[in-house]
């Protein structure tokens, strides 16, 4: 049986990895004692997939991140500044991304506190190592498809192996895999799970189909990591 399409273009499937290595068993993680910030990180980390939402309308917004998060993925907006930060942690937000290093988050109580996890955005060597140096537990590469792709995230990681590292821009749900494979802790998806045409026909099923596709992808080379 075909899974979920859109005009009769049907959705990737997960990749294939080889069966003949058994995983190593992971620890068990005890979340009551973690902060709300590392709590989120180890999220994010164990699943390996973070969704960016754009959306013309609140309502829109909330369906999509609805199928999202059913279909195993965080969700997550963008902040530009102290304000946005503010607000979307006086809505109940304990994740915040962006772009580039808003030194303002930076400083703000929430994140000082461990209460919230920023993820700030970065490009180049300097600027990884100054986000990590401020207080960033993981710092977004962006736009990663522009300057390297996964051959970036592989050359960043020799340096940087202490530094956790979210690939971000460009990125499809079949490259998924070989970011993490490269030294990714997480990737960020935007287009890839919020389908500009389901999300235009309200088709939240292959936006929930594609995020559990996604996270296929992301599991299987987790579990060989």
Request: glycine share 8%.
């Amino acid at each position: 049986m075909e899974i979920g399409s859109l005009k009769g273009k049907a959705l990737p499937p997960p990749c294939l990895l080889p069966q003949n290595t058994a995983p190593p068993l992971r620890p068990r993680i005890n979340f009551s004692q973690l902060s709300h910030a590392d709590h989120t990180l180890t999220r994010i980390q164990t699943s390996g997939i973070i969704a960016c939402l754009r959306a013309n309308t609140a309502e829109l917004a909330m369906e999509a991140a609805r199928a999202a998060l059913s279909g195993g993925i965080t969700v997550v907006g963008t902040v530009l500044n102290i304000e946005d930060a503010r607000k979307a942690v006086g809505a109940g937000a304990k994740f915040l991304m962006s772009p580039a290093i808003v030194k303002d988050v930076i400083d703000m109580d929430g994140f000082q506190n461990g209460e919230v996890l920023y993820i700030p955005g970065a490009m180049t060597p300097t600027e990884i190592l100054s986000a990590h140096d401020s207080g960033a537990k993981i710092v977004k590469v962006y736009p990663v498809s522009v300057l390297g792709g996964v051959q970036y995230i592989s050359a960043l990681k020799k340096p940087f192996p202490h530094i956790s590292m979210v690939a971000s821009q460009g990125i499809t749900i079949d490259s998924v895999g070989e970011y993490i494979a490269n030294g990714a802790s997480s990737v960020v998806l935007s287009d890839a799970i919020f389908d500009k045409e389901a999300m235009a026909q309200n088709n939240f099923i292959v936006i929930r189909q594609l995020a559990h596709f996604a996270t296929l992808q992301a599991s299987q080379v987790l579990e060989m990591l």
